[in-house]
């Protein structure tokens, strides 16, 4: 089995058809299920964010995987995967394993450095854990680039090389309204962006913060934090009246704020709206009105805000790529370390049978053996195997952790004429699964030592 990864980002595709992409709630779920019940799919995860959708998934066969992963994301999308194919991206094994990790890094992040992904990925695992789609290939995949991403933002500090997206989007705002301290501010949804919004506008001096979402008791939860006011969504067009900052990221997949709610407000002053949301909550059409300004994500795509720039920030990207590189390594090494261990479980297996087949043939020809010395003698003939043993099943986890470490087991299971289905007979069942993960667990602590020095 094989880690496969199948998506496209703001780097690869635009905003107007991320948007199309885009799943959240139930539909999230549906996909993934639907990746999961692939026939060549072992395990699935899901992350989908306002600038991306990634299929996460544990393969038999990569071409039939590529294959049925895009028309999944093409029937979402409600476009041909003849059109969607283009923007998409497929990371196979280590490269996959390469690109995860780079996510959690805020590497991959339309604004450099951004620690919202750690919280959007954990999600995905969450939910792939609670639906049943994961297994321990992706689910120590997952965990592990959660811990790269926490590495990497406390190391090298890289979440100040670039602002958050809400950040990016009051910068914009300031140079249509000019300072913002002393605004009144509006959030749309009671979301980890909403809450992020509020406590930014917080941070920023803006005052008479309002959260408006449809369930109130959320609204009321946030305002609270911030020292605001909560209101309900049928409030809108009244609370859009008074604002001059509005920020809206429901993810509810329906337009929250239209034309004819900012139409015949008499309202004299400039009005700001930023749409953080994928698909979008606010309508476009928004544009063509007096004194409005709105920013999406295209547009702070666009705006070049939010990139490490600088020498110092070069540096530190760098930085994050060192960490990231020394990171996949680790994981690569124990992964294969981990592929051979069932194959030494299948040798010491047959090692074990064949002792016991030989002193059963001794017990009855010498029936008269004493009990003493039938022990001595087990005990001698185990000793000697093991001791024989010892030597090349060590050497084989060695060799395994290289790149071309499959081939040693291929060897292994060669020299000793082992069932070639023994191995994957102990992967499905379990047969010595203690053994495994203290050798896998092993394996990742000598890793960290080795990084640590």
């Known amino acids: 089995m094989s880690v496969l990864a199948v998506g496209l980002s703001h780097r690869t595709a635009p905003v107007a058809l991320l948007e199309r992409v885009a799943v959240s709630g139930d539909s999230l779920v549906k996909l993934l299920h639907d990746v999961h019940r ?11 964010t306002c600038n991306r959708v990634e299929i996460y998934a544990d393969v038999q066969r990569f071409h039939s995987a590529v294959s049925a992963m895009s028309e999944l994301l093409g029937t979402y999308a409600n476009v041909p995967v003849e059109q ?51 297994g321990s290939t992706l689910n120590e995949l997952a965990q592990h680039a ?9 190391d090298t500090g890289i979440d100040h090389a670039g602002a958050s997206l809400v950040g990016v989007g009051l910068e914009l705002a300031e140079r249509v309204l000019g300072p913002i301290q002393g605004k009144r501010a509006l959030v749309v949804g009671a979301g980890s962006m909403s809450a992020l919004s509020a406590a930014t506008l917080a941070r920023a001096g803006v005052t008479g913060i309002v959260v408006a979402n449809r369930t109130y008791e959320r609204a ?8 605001g006011r909560p209101a309900r969504l049928d409030d809108l067009p009244a609370e859009l009246a008074q604002a001059d900052i509005v920020i809206s990221c429901t993810g509810g997949g329906n337009l929250v704020v239209t034309p004819e709610m900012l139409t015949g407000t008499g309202r004299t002053t400039p009005l700001f709206l930023l749409d953080l949301a994928l698909p979008h909550d606010i309508d476009p059409g928004v544009r063509a009105l007096p004194g409005v300004t709105l920013v999406d994500l295209e547009a702070i795509q666009n705006s070049g805000l939010g990139s490490a720039a600088g020498t110092d920030g070069g540096d530190v990207v760098e930085a994050a790529r060192r960490i990231v590189a020394e990171e996949v390594a680790g994981h690569l090494e124990v992964v ?41 003698v087990t005990q001698t003939m185990r000793r000697v195997v093991d001791k024989l043993l010892h030597e090349p099943t060590v050497r084989v986890k060695q060799l395994a952790a290289s790149p071309s470490g ?48």
Do not use: W
């Open 84 to 134: 969607l194919a283009p923007h998409l991206y497929v990371h196979y094994e280590d490269r996959a394993v390469s690109h995860l990790f780079s996510v959690t890094s805020g590497l991959e992040s339309m604004v450099m450095g951004e620690g919202q992904i750690l919280g959007q990925v954990r999600q995905a695992l969450r939910l792939a854990q609670e639906e049943g789609t994961l």
């Open 406 to 453: 499959d081939h040693y087991a291929e060897a292994l299971r060669e020299l000793f004429n082992l069932d070639p289905k023994v191995p994957e007979a102990v992967r499905q069942t379990g047969i010595d699964q203690t053994g495994i993960d203290e050798e896998s667990a092993r394996l990742s602590r000598t890793t960290r030592r080795k990084q640590e020095l």
């Open 336 to 376: 294969r370390a981990a592929r051979v261990t069932p194959t030494v479980v299948a040798l010491r297996s047959k090692a074990a049978g064949v002792v016991e087949a030989e002193l059963g043939r001794l017990v009855s020809r010498l029936p008269e053996m004493d009990q003493r010395v039938k022990d001595e």
């Open 146 to 154: 959660l811990r790269v991403g926490k590495r990497v933002h406390t």
């Open 38 to 48: 692939s026939e060549c799919v072992a395990e699935a995860m899901v992350v989908s």
């Open 220 to 227: 009321v939860r946030l305002a609270e934090t911030v020292g």
